[in-house]
């Protein structure tokens, strides 16, 4: 029987605690499905942001499910721009179509309102503006999506890396999330059965890798046609400074990219499970690993039919699976942090764009603007360090900022 989405989401979830006594943290308001409009955080970096959508076909592999069509990609480039104060401003979501598609898919049990009111927000990047020209070229860093999100769902950390001098790019993974192809079809993980197994989803993961180093490809290529293709930004790219970062699945397809395409440099797994052979083989390159640490006290425990001691016991089990790979990653710098209060969607919009989704779980929740200070500060540490090569009290301070963050390293240097 398939696992639904939602369901695989509180297993990880419960998956990832730190084992330790509760800490109060803030908690963030649900709000009703009909009040105002969400608003995403808003870039902290010195550029000007822009988005572009493009849509590629790699002739090379099969559709998943229909061995009679190639496999179509859909993915976003959000990049440091030149100011155009006459573009027109991105929306959250590019096309009623997807808000139709999350509504037929209930997509995490939401209010069909929600979704109505996500077609109010704006992003803050202007659509297809000129790459900045502040800096000669930029790194590149690729951004998977968690199983059965939407690439719309990781917007404001998009924007918040474009506006550091990062081109980021945010894939929609075929049948892995969901989308809509420019003939107006909508594919999702409910088209694939397999989806939500387990044991599929290595290979899951290998594809998603794939499919960051098809773009990158794609990307790299000069387009000569000036036709608007992705390949418009060849010349902005730097090619010595590639990071992929991704959530939850995503997260484990950064490893793999980072461990089977050598022009990777640095991966960010948030929230993920490793899978396939970066568990047996350990990290390939340096390596942020960000994970969800829920706050429950003894009696939101007991509502769950779980005990202290069983919560303890299983946050030293996850614990020594992360030692593990940390033990096979030998000589590879790993930074390992958790965000006491954030639960596994923490990592992306829905603390401010869907927060039922964060409190549903019960116990306490890291209010969602300091969740997402937090995150973005390592994740800008983390790759202002590897790709540019700028040293950070952040990772290597004496001492975290953070009182919500539980960090430590391992082959640091």
Known sequence: MRVPVLALTVLLLFGFGDGRAPVITRSSPTPEPHSTPPALPKPTGRYQVATSVFHLTDPSRPDLLSKQQFRELMFQVWYPA??????????YIPNHALTQALKDTQHDQQDPAVFDGWESVRTGAAMNAPVSRQGSRF?????????????SLYTGLSQELASHGYI??????PYGGITVLPDGRAISTADDPAAGNPEVQPRLVEEWA?????VLNRMMAPDKTDSGTSGRFAGHIDKSRIGMLGHSLGGAAALEACRADPRFKACADLDGVPFGKVKDEGVKRPTLIMRSGPVYSDEDLAKKGRTRAQWDELGRQVQATWNSLFEKSKGVPIYAVIIKGAGHMSYSDAP??????????GGRTIDAQRGFEIMSAYLRGFFDKYLNHKPSDLLDGPKPPYAEALAESFNSR
């Open 168 to 173: 980021v790019v945010c894939i929609d993974h």
């Open 139 to 151: 790194p590149i860093l690729f951004l998977s999506h968690g199983l059965g999100e939407p690439r």
């Open 82 to 91: 030149e100011a155009a104060p006459q573009a027109e401003i991105a929306r």
């Open 352 to 361: 401010f764009v869907m927060p039922d989704t964060i409190n549903r779980f």
């Open 210 to 214: 794939r499919d960051a180093s098809f």
